[in-house]
Structure formats: structure tokens, C-alpha cells
């Protein structure tokens, strides 16, 4: 029987790469339900192509407008419509691929009727990790990471287990300023944060790659996601990107997953597993890969990472609070209100104001999410 696919966020570059998985795969996989925000030519071409029994887009008027061209789909719209999408009765897969703290509700809804979910959406366990992780156990549910670094290390762990573990290693590739000085991060452009070197990516993604927050999110991500402490999880750049995860062990041994940087092979690892079903994507030969480096992180010139290590330590809604500040701070930078140098003080600035009076449930999260992206807004303004 084909695996029933709903897809939140498909317009998106997980969403697309989810879909051409999919596409290789047609007898196994089922398109059932797609959700976008305002993509509406990409969306279209997507409905034409995949048929889904039901679509949600962030407005009303898209949705009406949709539902006149495809009078075969069901449409739905705004948070009511990602919902539905996340919780369509015949699906048994939903992928969680919206971008920020959009995504929160949606996956919850979606592992509350039991639904298998496959998270790309770090935002989701940056802001809500405890909440979404009891979940988790209570529903008995599973949860597969699909960022590359996550997914290798839930292959290494589903396989060796927690019996002895020292620590995990999550690579990074440093992003785009590796080696630029930090003198010269006031000058850095949107064009150029956005130009990711190994990695093709969604706009927030590439600028948090470039300021390294979306490193510290991954922190965050593991620490929930695999229940260890900061001290337990190490970042290393590794420019070549070859390298997602590693697993070190106290008996001496360190494992490492290794694949070319194509986010289709953790896509379709989530989506097939807990089989493996042969890939159109090339097998890394070592040979033509020549040389793998690996360094240390200069935390002076991307606070961020020591921000969230910080930030997982002390638990609570300070994810919530990190996450919406920077969602705003790089809202900022694209817009160019604020300069590159600008989006760690506009994070830092908002976590200093904030004590965690919030009530530690879901809607806490939301309160949480809701006074940071105020107080971010704030300390832009007071800079401009
Ligand atoms: N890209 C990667 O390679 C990668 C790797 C690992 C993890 N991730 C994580 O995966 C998530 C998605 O990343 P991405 O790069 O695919 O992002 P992206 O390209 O920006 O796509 C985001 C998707 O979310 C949709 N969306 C945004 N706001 C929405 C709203 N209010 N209502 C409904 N839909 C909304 C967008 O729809 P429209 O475009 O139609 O508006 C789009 O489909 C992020 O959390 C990211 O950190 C990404």
C-alpha cells in the first residue's frame, strides 16, 4: 500500500525536494495534502502535478481563487487550514517543512491524532522542545529529523544506542563569512548572506547559517530532540559538508554518517523509513572527495552558537523568546533596517529583557513568542 504523504510547507525548499522524492518514488509514495503560504504559481503547478485531495494557503482570497481552477481538491486556509492539513484523516506521514514559529501548532495537531511527522522545521523544538518532546512519549509517537545533521545522528543512534555515549558531534560548514573578518560584517549585504556555500535553502535558514543561530538551533534541536546536555553536544566546521553527525562513545569509538550535502537523502530517509529504498542521488566516492578539514568555531565572531548553548541550559521559553527575536532581527537585515553585525544584538538585547514569568505550557510558548517579537521590534527601532 502506498504511504500518504501531507506536505506543510511544500512551496518551500524542503517542501520541493520532499515532492521530488516523492516523484522518484510513485508507487510507494501519495500525495494527499499540500500547504503553502503565498507561492500561489508554484503551488498550482504543484496541484496540477500531484493531484492532493486537499490544499491550505495562508489566505482566504488565494484559497477561493484556487478552488474555482481545481474544482477536484478541498481548499482551506490560514491556521485553520494548516490544521486540517496536518491532521487529514487518511494520511499516515505529515511532513513539517514551514518556516519559524508558524509551524508550532501544526505539528502539534499533527503528533496529538497520531500521525508519524517528519520535522524539518527546527523552529518547531528551538521554541516548544519540552512540550512537543512530552508529547512525544505520551502519544507513544514518532518524530524523524530531517535536517541533515539530525537525521544522521538518529541513523547513528537508532543503530548503536545511548549505552556509553561521550557525546554527538553536529558539523557545520560554517556558512558563507567563514573567513571573512569580523571587522567587515557591517558591510555584509542580504545578496551575500544569502549565497550559502554548499547548501541551496530557504531565506531565514541562509542568513541563520550565516550568523551560525541556525547552528545554535540545531544545538537546541539535539539537545531536545536526543535528551542531552549542552556539554554533551560539540559543533565543528567542516566546510565540505560531507560529514553530518558523528557519535563518540567511551570506549574510544567515534561513528560518523556520511552522504553528498542533498537534502533529498534525509528526505527520503524519513519518508521510507524504517526502510531503505535505492536513491537516484550519488553515493559519495571518498576518491573524488580528496581531503576533509575540520576546525574549531571562533565564538567571538558568531556569538549566537554560545547564545543557544546558554539557551538550552536554561530551558523553559527562553527557545520561544531566541527564535522570535531572530525571526524579526532577520526580517530586519533582508529588509536592510539593520546591518549584519546588528542581528546577534537584537537577539541578545530581547533575551535580556525577558524573565520567564510565562505559564510553562503551549500557550506559554505563544505569550513568550509574542512579547519577544515586540521587544525585537523595539530594540530595532531604537538602533534606526
Ligand atoms: N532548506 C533546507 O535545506 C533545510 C535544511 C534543514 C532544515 N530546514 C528547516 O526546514 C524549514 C523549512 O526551510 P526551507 O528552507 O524549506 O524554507 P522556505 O524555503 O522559506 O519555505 C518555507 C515554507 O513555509 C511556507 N510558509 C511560510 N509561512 C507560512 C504561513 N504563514 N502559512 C503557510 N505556509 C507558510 C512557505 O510558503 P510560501 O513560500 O508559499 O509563502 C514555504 O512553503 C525551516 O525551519 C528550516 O530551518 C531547511
Excluded at 74 to 95: C, R
Excluded at 342 to 365: H, M, N, R, W
Amino acid at each position: 500500500m502506498k504511504k500518504k504523504i501531507s506536505i506543510l510547507g511544500s512551496t518551500g525548499s524542503v517542501g520541493q525536494n520532499t515532492l521530488a522524492v516523492i516523484e522518484s518514488f510513485s508507487h510507494r509514495f501519495e500525495v494527499i495534502g499540500l500547504a503553502a503560504g503565498a507561492n500561489i504559481l508554484k503551488l498550482s503547478e504543484q496541484i496540477q502535478r500531484f493531484r492532493p485531495a486537499a490544499v491550505s494557503v495562508a489566505c482566504e482570497k488565494d484559497a477561493l481563487d484556487l478552488k474555482n481552477r481545481f474544482t477536484q481538491t478541498e481548499f482551506f486556509w490560514g491556521e485553520e487550514g494548516l490544521e486540517q492539513l496536518a491532521t487529514l484523516p487518511e494520511v499516515d506521514l505529515v511532513m513539517s517543512a514551514l518556516v519559524g514559529a508558524v509551524g508550532i501548532k501544526p505539528t502539534w495537531q499533527a503528533l496529538s491524532v497520531g500521525k508519524v511527522v517528519a520535522l524539518a522545521n527546527k523552529e518547531v523544538l528551538v521554541s516548544a522542545g519540552p512540550w512537543m518532546m512530552d508529547l512525544v512519549k505520551e502519544k507513544k509517537g514518532t518524530l524523524l529529523p530531517v535536517d541533515s545533521e539530525h537525521n544522521a545522528l538518529f541513523q547513528l543512534l537508532d543503530c548503536h544506542g545511548f549505552q556509553g555515549l561521550e557525546k554527538i558531534t553536529l558539523t557545520a560548514s560554517g556558512g558563507p563569512f567563514l573567513k571573512i573578518p569580523e571587522k567587515d560584517f557591517k558591510m555584509l549585504t542580504p545578496e551575500q548572506a544569502l549565497r550559502h556555500p554548499t547548501w541551496s535553502m530557504g531565506k531565514r535558514i541562509s542568513i541563520d547559517s550565516a550568523t551560525l543561530m541556525n547552528k545554535g538551533f540545531e544545538v537546541i534541536e539535539a539537545g531536545h530532540l536526543f535528551n542531552l546536555r549542552g556539554t554533551q553536544i560539540e559543533v565543528v566546521v567542516h566546510p565540505q559538508s560531507m560529514i553530518h553527525g558523528l557519535v563518540s562513545y567511551q570506549d574510544g569509538n567515534t561513528l560518523a554518517c556520511l552522504s553528498l550535502p542533498d537534502m533529498k537523502i534525509p528526505i527520503a530517509y524519513v519518508l521510507c523509513y524504517p526502510e531503505r529504498y535505492p536513491q537516484e542521488v550519488p553515493v559519495l566516492d571518498l576518491t573524488k572527495v580528496g581531503m576533509l578539514t575540520f576546525e574549531g568555531v571562533d565564538g567571538q565572531k558568531f556569538p549566537l552558537l554560545g547564545v543557544a548553548y546558554e539557551i538550552l541550559k536554561r530551558g523553559g521559553h527562553w527557545g520561544a523568546v531566541c527564535n522570535a527575536a531572530d525571526e524579526v532581527a532577520v526580517g530586519a537585515f533582508l529588509e536592510r533596517k539593520i546591518g549584519f553585525h546588528q542581528i546577534a544584538y537584537v537577539v541578545q538585547k530581547t533575551l535580556d529583557a525577558f524573565s520567564d514569568l510565562f505559564s510553562k505550557s503551549l500557550e506559554g510558548v505563544y505569550e513568550a513568542d509574542h512579547w519577544a517579537r515586540t521587544k525585537a521590534q523595539y530594540v530595532i527601532k531604537m538602533l534606526s
